[in-house]
């Protein structure tokens, strides 16, 4: 029998506050950030984004990198530096965005508050509640561009996600699920979901795509496909915001289901067993899009918050062997919120 684990998932913020006093009620056992916590990834932007973090009322919680968060990487921001047109000033540069680690130390400095900053790998953590979270954590996305933590569509990236995982956070969305873009093009890469797929995880979240906000319940097919017919659409802005082809009548039902959303101030849905859609991991994935910044920046998406089982701390997942642990510095590191094993992958 699992352990009911309650998830607050966001994404996309963009410094943007999402709550102007306080998080939603009531409290949940895991927050998750899937990136894009800055717009320019200045250190100012970071703050304020820590201390919205610090406010939600969850004793872990996880956070990854998005493109926008530049600074985040290293070899990124030094390049963006080197291929600057014109003169830097070097102090203005340093005010604004802080030197080559001066992000990460303000990471540092918030594990004080349950917030982990996740580099790419495998992450397992031992909740207060009891149960044991095991977490793949990758903000890669697709793009020619020069932002943060990106790859080039026509080479392609490994997600290396192994046996044991419960929740892979990404950036970006895999091909086909919560993936269509404004122009009507699907922007998710197909390893990403060849990937999750094949490891038939309980939940994938992500964001990148603030237009495809929403969550679906999933059942993949032969890995690299969707078995439409067993999946379900839990809500998407679709089922939320009237279009072309609505009805006054169906307009106005979606703004009442909006309204009342809203004031709850998330998205509730509920995986567990005796639920509605209950999700049976190894046949089941759930997906959501949680990115808070809407098509229009001035727009606020409402976060999610899901339920779903998770393992006992005393049932230990098995990893295979092309897993090591890293140096000893991430070796079953005790931080105050939680015991944490760090697994990467050979390359």
């Known amino acids: 029998m699992g352990i009911k684990t309650r998830f607050l998932i966001i994404s996309d913020t963009h410094e943007d506050e999402v709550w102007p006093d306080k998080a939603p009620e009531p409290p949940v056992d895991v927050a998750i950030h899937c990136g894009d ?16 973090l610090k406010r939600i009322r969850a004793p872990l919680k996880l956070v990854i990198a998005g493109n926008h968060d530049f600074t985040l990487d290293v070899p990124a921001f030094e390049r963006k530096l080197a291929e600057a047109s014109g003169p830097l000033d070097p102090a203005l540069v340093k005010r604004e965005f802080g030197g080559f680690a001066e992000a990460r130390t303000l990471f540092a400095e918030a594990e004080a508050h349950g917030i982990a900053l996740l580099d790419e790998g495998t992450h397992r953590f031992a909740l207060q509640n009891g149960a044991l979270l095991t977490v793949y954590a990758s903000s890669y ?10 790859f080039r569509p026509e080479t392609g990236h490994d997600f290396c996600i192994v046996s044991g995982v419960d929740v892979a956070i990404t950036h970006g969305p895999p091909r086909g699920v919560l993936d269509v873009a404004d122009g009507g093009q699907r922007a998710g890469p197909t390893h990403l979901f060849a990937a999750v797929a094949r490891a038939r995880r309980r939940m994938h979240c992500f964001g990148h795509i603030h237009e495809a906000w929403g969550a679906k319940l999933v ?34 039902a979606k703004a009442r289901r909006l309204q009342g959303l809203a004031s709850l101030g998330a998205c509730y849905t509920s995986h567990c067993a005796g639920d509605e859609m209950p999700l049976r991991p190894g046949r089941h994935m759930l997906f959501v899009n949680a990115a808070i910044q809407g098509p229009c920046e001035a727009e606020i998406q409402l976060p999610w918050v899901v339920d779903i089982e998770l393992p006992r701390a005393s049932q230990e997942p098995a990893f295979p062997r092309d897993a090591r642990l890293p140096t000893p510095t991430g070796l079953n590191c005790r931080i105050g919120f939680s015991a944490r094993t760090v697994i990467v992958c050979q390359p």
């Open 37 to 52: 916590l800055t717009e320019e990834s200045k250190i100012g932007e970071f703050r304020t984004s820590l201390e919205m």
């Open 141 to 150: 996305t697709p793009s020619a561009g020069d932002s943060g933590f990106q």
């Open 219 to 252: 059942t993949p097919s032969h890995f690299t496909h969707i078995d439409n017919g067993q999946s379900a659409t839990v809500k998407s802005l679709a089922s939320l915001r009237a279009g072309k082809r609505d009805t006054p009548e169906s307009a106005a």
